[in-house]
């Protein structure tokens, strides 16, 4: 049995070195073709109608006037007659036509008799939300009632945070093409192998009847993952335009409002506890939306899950918004803003360090973390000199611009998905490793290679790497935060493999056995001898023409300890407020990231920084605004559903717990765990710094100043 | 409550423009567009054009127009409603400018007109007429890269890359300007464009990385 672990720390030679992406040139010169770029021969582009109201019914629909319209290929209906429309620019029809112009002045010919029906789109109150409410069932453990009576203090709060999109910056959408019996599908998708098996059920074709092919995709977030009804519709427009490629890609507005969203997610908490911070009981009443499926319990108390004494009441809000999708870490940056902020406001009530309070509190934590995030609350201290910084809860100084430090944590699982590779090796020396995965800007192109790379012994630039392609062995969905755990170890063992296949056929040349060979700095040679050796090119040679592959797997019933679950993470918030305006500014955030086996830092670090920066946008900025007279999104486009710019983020540093004993637990996920603590520590430092809680976040100006209002009053 | 979806649409100017003008100014361009449409030499969509030309849809039809891009003269036939930046992406193939936001606010289309940043998607392939036009495709010659491209990677200034080519665009009108920027110059100058992975510390450092490369003389 071929040795498939990872090579150790201290041997690697491409491993946990930082070679730049490797798609990077062709994506900053603008030549990388996203599948939303292409122009295919004859292509036809379409535009959707959609529903104008919230929630109405389709009496009746007329296309003709748009069918007629010269340039126009084909109409789809998408909500027929007697069809219900549950939420605002929800699809109506789509229309393909020669040029995108014609394809919106047809849908402005199409005639809709709507019978509009009552909605409701907002759940902020949940008093308000009448028989939207779908309640889950009371969770109690212990007995918080006897806890709640016994303590020496108890903090009662009010925590909420609105409803956002992913607002990927490609939209959702694909171009396909549906000739004769097999669909050629170009999507813009996080799951490569898997999307055309969904588009081909939906048409009722075998699933061996869809090609999908995507070099590139602009942005996910977990809200890429179907062939999405547009999709369905676009591959039979292209069969009823005689197979004519068709291009379906949102407009923005589409993008915020129907491309799936974040759940919302608000609470009442209750916190009993002890004069030394010791939490005892933890009472909520939560509720959430994600549009008519309401929206699920986020996981609280987070990590402190094993507070002996629980009442859990959650309530999913039935509201007519687009439907939910993953976001990122779904559910815990919510579970942790909500969390952390009770926990920030009790300790301020007790007079304490929040830093003391969370560290207290560790014990109910899972026992495999805990030692983790007290290493990870004291670094984080260090790195933002919170024993400098910090003071007590609006203790601020007596000027308008006030500065707090506050605390958010995480906690995550990772480790791989499932994942097949094919590796080859030809007689010229060049190597070419091909899997069903997808690239979404975390780097999994360049992790691959490495992985490879190593494994063979070879400069990074030897291992062409082939993602992107149905055709090539399935790989899992990128969802999770498994990607590089899953491609990484489907890898190396399909590396190691026909690395094997390779020393038998050299090492009768060698005078040796397979099993005494090694791959080192371009050579096959043979363990401790370095004078037995052959170059690459020259071992490659022995294997005349044939081309030699061999496969690789990753199992996740038994992923060889390649990989593992479970990461935690603290940030720290550091924040300036000004009480005359309400402006928020950031000066700096400090992430401590629990990370496994980082195959390349300079990647890993890219996205612990940007899931900070996603955490400013979503702290201060970011909000789907609902009215609700209209049932309508008032803000969907980027005017206003508001992104962090440039200048808006401070500083960040970032601190990758790269050590040997985390090394030795294999690789473990990264691009969900960074962005669960951020919200929840600038929610915090803000509070520290004004002296009072805003009880929701975005934190922009209008609530800051509310908030200290209601103080003054 | 019932409401006919057409009152919603039938109060749109476009439409009952072209009701009213649309005709005459279709069968005028019918006799002059569909001869000019022919001549497209890069143009991708000439059928479509033609289609459009002859008076398809409802605004004003296509009209032949002639694009400084990139030092290069490009025919095309676009309706006026087209925006420069549709125009270089479904007619001309030149997709490296991204449509993101469509109004001005993200930059993912960012070219530069006359020396000028601009948002592409807000300016209409008409009006860019007789207008030198640089799109990220003509930074650098084929199988080249730009020192600012080359910047980008160095720093890991990217993740999805969506934003990317805007981002290069706009630093590459930032620099012309301001070759020897601080880094406070920097946040200001890059403040008109967005990116949604959360890349801009490295883009921070990618910018005055070429800042430095380029005052070297090495490439402009």
Redesign the interface.
């Known amino acids: 049995m071929p040795n498939y672990s990872w090579p150790p720390m201290s041997t690697r030679a491409v491993m946990g070195k930082s070679p730049k992406r490797q798609d990077g040139l062709e994506k900053a010169s603008g030549r990388a073709k996203y599948n939303s770029d292409l122009n295919k021969p004859g292509m036809l582009f379409t535009a959707l109608l959609h529903s104008p109201y919230a929630h109405a019914r389709v009496r009746s629909i007329d296309t003709s006037a748009a069918e007629k319209l010269q340039g126009v290929t084909a109409v789809r209906v998408m909500a027929a007659a007697g069809a219900e429309v549950n939420w605002q620019s929800q699809e109506v029809a789509v229309v393909a036509a020669t040029s995108e112009a014609v394809a919106r002045d047809a849908v402005r010919l199409i005639k809709v008799d709507w019978e509009v029906l009552p909605h409701m789109v907002k759940e902020d109150d949940l008093g308000k939300v009448g028989n939207r409410a779908k309640p889950a069932g009371e969770q109690v453990t212990g007995d918080p009632d006897k806890a709640f009576k016994e303590a020496d203090v108890v903090l009662d709060g009010s925590y909420g945070m609105p409803v956002l999109t992913h607002c990927c910056l490609e939209p959702h959408g694909q171009v396909v093409e549906w000739k004769g019996d097999v669909v050629n599908f170009w999507p813009s998708t996080q799951t490569v192998s898997n999307v055309g098996g969904d588009l081909a059920k939906n048409l009722e074709l075998p699933a061996t009847q869809v090609k999908v092919h995507q070099d590139h995709v602009g942005g996910g977030f977990g809200s890429k993952f179907a062939a999405d009804r547009w999709g369905i519709e676009g591959a039979r427009l292209s069969k009823a335009s005689g197979g004519r490629p068709v291009k379906v890609f949102l407009d923005r507005a589409a993008e915020l409002n129907i491309a799936g969203n974040r759940p919302s997610a608000y609470a009442k908490i209750k916190i009993a506890a002890k004069k030394d911070g010791t939490i005892t009981a933890w009472d909520s009443v939560s509720w959430a939306t994600g549009g008519m499926g309401g929206g699920g319990m986020p996981p609280i108390p987070y990590v402190y899950t094993n507070i002996p004494n629980k009442r859990l009441n959650h309530t999913a809000v039935a509201t007519n918004g687009g439907p939910l999708r993953a976001w990122r870490a779904p559910n815990h940056p919510q579970a942790s803003y909500l969390t952390c902020s009770a926990l920030e406001d009790l300790a301020a009530k007790l007079g304490m360090d929040p830093m003391v309070l969370f560290a207290k509190n560790v014990q109910y934590a899972a026992e495999a973390r805990r030692e983790t995030y007290l290493y990870q609350l004291k670094k984080a201290a260090e790195l933002s000199e919170w024993s400098k910084l910090w003071h007590r809860r609006g203790d601020s100084g007596s000027g308008p611009v006030k500065r707090g430090l506050g605390i958010g944590i995480c906690t995550w699982q990772g480790a791989g998905h499932a994942s097949n590779c094919k590796a080859t090796i030809h007689s010229d020396g060049s190597v070419e490793v091909e899997l069903g995965s997808q690239d979404l800007g975390t780097g999994t192109r360049t992790i691959i290679g490495q992985v490879a790379a190593e494994t063979l012994g070879l400069p990074l630039e030897a291992v062409k790497v082939k993602i992107g392609d149905n055709s090539y062995p399935v790989s899992g969905s990128s969802g999770g935060s498994t990607t590089v755990g899953g491609v990484s170890s489907s890898t190396r063992i399909a590396t190691v493999n026909v690395l094997e296949k390779l020393f038998e056929k050299v090492a009768p040349s060698l005078n040796s056995t397979a099993d005494k060979l090694e791959a080192r700095g371009g050579k096959i040679q043979v363990k401790g001898d370095a004078t037995k050796s052959l170059t690459w090119a020259a071992a490659c040679k022995k294997l005349g023409v044939q081309s030699i592959s061999d496969n690789g797997t990753n199992d996740q019933r038994n992923p060889r300890g390649l990989n593992t679950a479970g990461v935690a993470g603290i940030q720290v918030a550091d924040v300036s407020v000004d009480v005359e305006t309400g402006v928020v500014k950031m000066n700096r955030m400090v992430a401590v990231q629990d990370c496994g086996l980082i195959v390349n830092p300079k990647l890993a670090e890219s996205q612990v920084l940007g899931a900070c920066i996603m955490s400013v946008c979503g702290a201060l900025m970011e909000e789907r605004v609902m009215d609700a007279m209209t049932g309508r999104v008032l803000n969907p486009e980027m005017e206003f559903y508001k992104l962090a710019g440039i200048a808006d983020i401070g500083n960040i540093v970032v601190h990758m717990d790269i050590r040997e004993e985390n090394d030795k637990r294999g690789i473990v996920g990264l691009g969900e765990p960074p962005t669960v603590g951020g919200v929840a520590a600038i929610a915090n430092a803000v509070a520290n710094a004004i002296g009072v809680r805003v009880p929701s976040v975005p934190l922009t100006p209008d609530r800051v100043l509310a908030a200290l209002e209601e103080k003054r009053s | 409550?019932?409401?006919?979806?057409?009152e919603?649409?039938e109060k749109?100017p476009r439409?009952s423009a072209s009701g009213e003008s649309g005709f005459s100014r279709r069968g005028f361009l019918r006799t002059t567009g569909a001869t000019t449409s022919a001549i497209g030499t890069t143009a991708?969509?000439t059928?479509?054009e033609a289609?459009?030309a002859?008076?398809?849809?409802?605004?004003p039809g296509a009209v032949p127009i002639t694009l400084n891009i990139n030092g290069k003269d490009q025919k095309l036939t676009v309706?006026p409603?087209?925006t420069l930046l549709?125009a270089c992406?479904?007619n001309l193939?030149l997709?490296?400018?991204?449509?993101?936001?469509?109004?001005g606010?993200?930059g993912?289309c960012t070219m530069i007109m006359n020396g000028k940043v601009v948002y592409a998607c807000t300016v209409l392939a008409i009006d860019a007429q007789g207008k030198k036009i640089q799109?990220?495709?003509g930074?650098?010659a084929e199988g080249k890269?730009?020192p600012?491209?080359?910047a980008?990677?160095?720093q890991?200034?990217?993740?999805?890359?969506?934003?990317?080519?805007g981002f290069?665009m706009a630093s590459k009108g930032f620099l012309d300007r301001n070759p020897n920027p601080t880094e406070e110059q920097?946040?200001?100058g890059?403040?008109g464009?967005?990116?949604?992975?959360?890349?801009?510390?490295?883009?921070?450092k990618a910018v005055l990385e070429a800042s430095k490369v380029m005052k070297g003389g090495k490439n402009a």
Do not use: W
């Open positions: 409550m019932s409401k006919h979806h057409d919603l649409v749109s439409q991708l969509l059928e479509d289609i459009a002859q008076g398809a849809g409802m605004g309706e409603r087209v549709d992406r479904n193939d997709t490296g400018a991204k449509r993101v936001c469509d109004r606010t993200c993912a799109t990220i495709e930074l650098a890269y730009h600012i491209s080359q980008f990677v160095n890991d200034a990217q993740q999805c890359g969506y934003c990317t080519p290069v920097v946040l200001k890059l403040g464009n967005l990116c949604r992975c959360g890349t801009y510390m490295g883009v921070r």
